[in-house]
């Protein structure tokens, strides 16, 4: 779509040294000042104020780095829109999972979305639970079009998220045999997190609940 040149140009110019330019394109100093000199014999253009001090920018480059920004951010979106739109043609859904969010539950509904959209595949997209792919959940649509797994409403606004509840499952914990909630068969959170209070001897009391909760996905 452009000259891969480019991005090593902007790099440069942002970092304000080869040497640091070829850290972060984990290449050598050598490999990046020959691409400089090849980008510059072919546009037949000094980019660069080369000098001991370090290096700057001449008044084309700073011509070159605004419009070389916008042509790079320009591709990469073209080549979104692109991948979109294959996708679209091919109808495939990318379906986000990890350890948090396993992939048994859409397994076992896929056969059911078949049924209704014959032509529809199904891409699993693993990513990594944390504070990081949380604040991605609002950024669906980009590496993920659908994520399954357990959101509450809260969860979804913070999030900007829209969530389609699925079905309810149970969740179940493990109490000792004396405990109070060992003798219910069913037990709501809020009683559950009503008997986690300290004990007499100052140690924590587990619970046990079973209660429905609700799968749901984003989009």
């Not at 944390?130 to 980009?142: C, F, H, I, S």
């Amino acid at each position: 779509m452009y000259n891969p040149q480019l991005d090593t140009f902007i790099r440069v110019a942002e970092a304000g040294s080869f040497s640091k330019a070829a850290q972060e394109s984990f290449i050598t100093p050598t490999a990046v000042i020959k691409q400089m000199n090849l980008l510059e014999s072919r546009l037949g253009l000094t980019l660069f104020h080369r000098s001991h001090q370090g290096l700057s920018l001449t008044k084309a480059g700073e011509s070159l780095l605004a419009d070389a920004r916008h042509v790079v951010r320009y591709s990469q979106e073209s080549v979104a829109r692109a991948r979109m739109a294959e996708r679209a043609e091919k109808r495939i859904v990318r379906v986000g999972v990890s350890l948090m969010t396993p992939s048994t539950f859409i397994a076992r509904l896929w056969p059911k979305v078949k049924e209704r959209c014959p032509g529809m595949g199904m891409q699993v997209v693993t990513f990594e639970n944390g504070p990081a792919a949380a604040r991605g959940l609002a950024d669906l649509g980009r590496d993920m079009d659908v994520v399954v797994g357990v959101f509450d409403d809260n969860f979804l606004a913070e999030h900007e998220c829209a969530g389609l509840e699925l079905a309810r499952e149970p969740v179940w914990c493990a109490v000792p045999e004396g405990d109070l909630l060992a003798a219910c068969e069913v037990v709501t959170f809020d009683a559950g997190a009503r008997s986690c209070s300290s004990g007499a001897d100052g140690t924590r009391t587990s619970t046990c609940c079973e209660t429905a909760s609700a799968p749901t996905i984003p989009t």
